[in-house]
């Protein structure tokens, strides 16, 4: 039998002093509620008729205490043992129906599992087959009766329990598990998500901090050749300059080469000084039209041409990237991007209606990151990012940074923030609050204490339905009753009398002076008419039952007695 995870991660550790006092604690417990059980079951059955040999069937209980503790350790040879007892001695079984219940809950493999209860079922059979004649109802036949009767409560629907408490335990497992590496791919999903973004960034800052150094480096360059003919001994400083801003050059792609082409905006899409501003998020808008989509501009305040290349480039990326999930998710949706500029904020929401048809296919859509990315520029910023589904069945992403935002950068957030869902509708999140795992977390005392109650009553009805099935077969036996025993010395008054014999007046009139003495000590006598019988003609033979003072039965006497001869009657006298 193998063990479960679970199981395989304990047997590594070394348990402390209250794990152990716990387990022993439980174990003490649990053996003395199911010999308890035992004990009812032999008690119960044994009221109505003593069972024979009270001695060995105790001792069976016993010993079924005995390895109950060990289920754990040896469940095959536990079980395997306990239903031989349970043969021998009804009282055994709700400690086999407890163990039976343990070792299937545990056992993995479905196989050696049903292998192992069909052998246990099988076992009580023939135990209480072969001890039968002295242990059990007095037959080989009414044996098995008692075995097919014990074997279902003691061993199959025990271990039909335990089954399948063990696989919804492995299924959740299993469920928590997977819910962990899901929301474990879904941070790293995300986390990459923010590093492509600050990659970007950082890309967008090596165009923009070049670009500045290649002009200070030309310009230095002309103030030399000037100051070559105006001021020599200046000229120096001139070439200092020019020198210094070259080697900030070299330094800024050593460290910024790494990123590659990672994020860099290239081509006709490349990021200026334009960026940002109203005519390129017009543009922007202008492409999304030529793609077949209804958008339409709300400018509120100046433009942005005045602010941080920073603030521009993520107008930028949020007008652009929400137009992008607009054209893979809603393509029939209309669509609104409103811009409002004031002297504290830049507030970008672009806000799509439903789409009247079903949404793309599978392979258009793309990997649900992008607004991850949107929400850690926008954060970096200082600013705040909120994308969501509407209950109209549309969309909106909406982003607030500051129009000038510190050098300062915005605190780190934990890996794995919140889950953010695509324009068209919702993401399907993996890693639902129905998948978090839990495995690690301690079992509720309530739940635990639930489990042992449900489990008590479940033994408990167990219980009940074995006592009632083992008295029935003992109430079908055949019992073999002899005729009353005949009177003799010795027996009491009511003992004769419960055999049939009571006093006739007319029997004690015929022998009225006709009768031998009395023995010596007699109280009194009777005369049963069962006793009278006639010996021959004008003789009747009659019995008499004489008793002492105590109401004991001291002689039996017969004796004759003249009988009257009636005439026949039709004959005339």
Do not use: K
């Not at 335990?162 to 590496?181: P, S």
């Not at 001021?231 to 200092?240: C, D, G, N």
């Not at 009491?492 to 009395?518: F, I, K």
């Amino acid at each position: 039998m193998s063990r479960t995870s679970p199981f395989r991660r304990l047997a590594g550790r070394r348990p402390s002093a209250g794990m152990f006092s716990s387990r022993f604690a439980r174990t003490v417990a649990e053996t003395a509620g199911v010999t308890l059980a035992g004990l009812g079951v032999y008690v119960t059955v044994g009221r109505p008729e003593p069972l024979p040999h009270p001695g060995l069937q105790l001792l069976a209980l016993a010993a079924g205490a005995g390895l109950f503790p060990l289920r754990r350790r040896y469940p095959a040879a536990v079980l395997l043992a306990l239903a031989v007892l349970a043969g021998l001695s009804p009282g055994v079984g709700p400690i086999t129906a407890a163990t039976a219940y343990t070792v299937a809950r545990r056992t993995v493999r479905a196989r050696w599992r049903t292998r192992l209860l069909a052998t246990a079922g099988a076992l009580v059979v023939v135990s209480a087959a072969a001890t039968a004649p002295w242990l059990g109802p007095g037959s080989v036949a009414y044996g098995v009766a008692l075995g097919l009767v014990l074997a279902p409560t003691a061993v199959v629907v025990p271990g039909l329990a335990g089954t399948a408490n063990g696989q919804q335990g492995r299924l959740l497992r299993a469920l928590r598990e997977r819910g962990d590496a899901a929301e474990r791919a879904h941070r790293l999903a995300d986390s990459e998500a923010r590093i492509h973004e600050r990659s970007r960034i950082a890309a967008e800052m090596h165009d923009l901090v070049g670009h500045r150094l290649s002009l200070i480096s030309l310009h230095a360059g002309g103030l030399e050749l000037a100051l070559d003919r105006a001021a020599p001994e200046l000229r120096e400083e001139a070439v200092l300059v020019r020198r210094t801003t070259g080697d900030a050059m070299r330094e800024l792609r050593q460290a910024l080469g790494v990123l590659g082409p990672l994020g860099r905006d290239t081509g006709p899409d490349a990021l200026t000084d334009a960026t940002g501003t109203r005519a390129d998020v017009e543009a922007l808008l202008a492409e999304s039209r030529d793609g077949g989509i209804a958008v339409r501009l709300d400018w509120t305040g100046p433009d942005l041409d005045a602010r941080p290349a920073r603030v521009r480039r993520a107008v930028h990326r949020v007008v652009r990237e929400a137009l992008t999930n607009v054209h893979r998710y809603a393509t029939a949706a209309h669509v609104t991007v409103t811009v409002v500029h004031d002297d504290e904020t830049v507030r970008v929401t672009v806000r799509n209606g439903a789409p009247p048809g079903p949404p793309a296919a599978a392979g258009d859509l793309g990997t649900g990151r992008g607004l991850t990315g949107l929400r850690e520029r926008v954060e970096l910023l200082g600013g705040t990012f909120d994308a969501a589904a509407l209950p109209s069945g549309g969309f909106q992403v909406d982003a607030t940074v500051p129009a000038d935002p510190d050098d300062t950068l915005a605190p780190e957030r934990p890996a794995g923030g919140p889950d953010v869902p695509g324009p068209g509708g919702p993401v399907d999140d993996p890693s639902g609050a129905a998948h978090r795992a839990t495995g690690g977390e301690p079992v509720p005392p309530a739940r635990r204490i639930t489990e042992g109650l449900t489990l008590a009553f479940g033994l408990a009805g167990l219980c009940v339905l074995m006592v009632i099935a083992v008295l029935f077969v003992y109430a079908t036996r055949p019992r073999h009753h002899g005729p009353p025993p005949l009177p003799h010395v010795g027996m009491t008054y009511q003992e004769v009398a419960g055999t049939g014999v009571l006093d006739n007046a007319a029997v004690r009139a015929a022998a009225t002076g006709h009768e031998p003495p009395r023995p010596a000590g007699t109280a009194g006598c009777i005369y049963p008419f069962n006793g009278a019988t006639e010996s021959r003609p004008g003789s009747l033979v009659v019995a008499r039952y004489c008793f002492d003072a105590s109401q004991r039965l001291i002689a039996i006497d017969r004796f004759a007695v003249p009988s009257v001869r009636d005439a026949v009657p039709w004959e005339t006298p």
